[in-house]
């Protein structure tokens, strides 16, 4: 029988190993415009998002926004809006990419608390969603499909 892994690679789908938290969650690398950061993995957050601090970093163009955030332990937060960004997460990779910006200086500070380092943002479902994710829990990989298959294994 041919192994979840082999199916997903066969299908065109990226690989991405996931690191388990103290705090129970998965945290993913990701290139938000050509720059490294630390994700978490939130498959109940709506939108990905950035913290305010994080701006400058991965050079994001931001516009005021109506949005109020609420989740994480906050509510009614102050939010920004960035588009047209370039996300790579692994191999995967897309452009036009809109992010929430807020303060995540809640979520960081839950971090600390548990021994565990500060993230630059979430990974939400707007992205899973676009990259068609399946997620393995019991190996720790994320799986994202890819858009051309033959242009991806080659760049």
């Keep these: 029988m041919e192994s979840l892994q082999d199916f997903l690679l066969n299908k065109g789908y990226s690989k991405i190993k996931l690191k388990f938290t103290k705090t129970?969650?998965?945290?993913?690398?990701?290139?938000?415009?050509?720059?490294?950061?630390?994700f978490i993995l939130d498959t109940g957050a709506s939108s990905s998002c950035v913290g305010f601090e994080a701006v400058d970093r991965f050079k994001l163009k931001v516009k005021d926004s109506e949005i109020r955030a609420v989740g994480a332990g906050a509510s009614n937060l102050e939010t920004k809006i960035s588009k047209s960004?370039?996300?790579?997460i692994g191999r995967w990779k897309r452009s036009r990419v809109v992010l929430i910006l807020f303060n995540l200086s809640h979520v960081n500070n839950g971090l600390i608390n548990h021994n565990a380092e500060p993230v630059?943002?979430?990974?939400?479902?707007?992205?899973?969603?676009?990259?068609?994710?399946?997620?393995?829990?019991?190996?720790?990989?994320?799986?994202?499909?890819?858009?051309?298959?033959?242009?991806?294994?080659?760049?």
């Excluded at 129970?24 to 690398?29: D, G, K, P």
């Excluded at 979430?122 to 051309?148: S, T």
Aim: no cysteine.
């Design 24 to 38: 129970n969650h998965f945290e993913i690398r990701a290139y938000i415009n050509g720059v490294k950061g630390r």
């Design 85 to 88: 960004n370039n996300l790579k």
């Design 120 to 155: 630059d943002g979430i990974i939400g479902a707007d992205i899973l969603k676009k990259g068609k994710a399946v997620i393995d829990y019991q190996k720790k990989y994320l799986y994202l499909k890819m858009k051309d298959v033959s242009l991806q294994n080659h760049a």
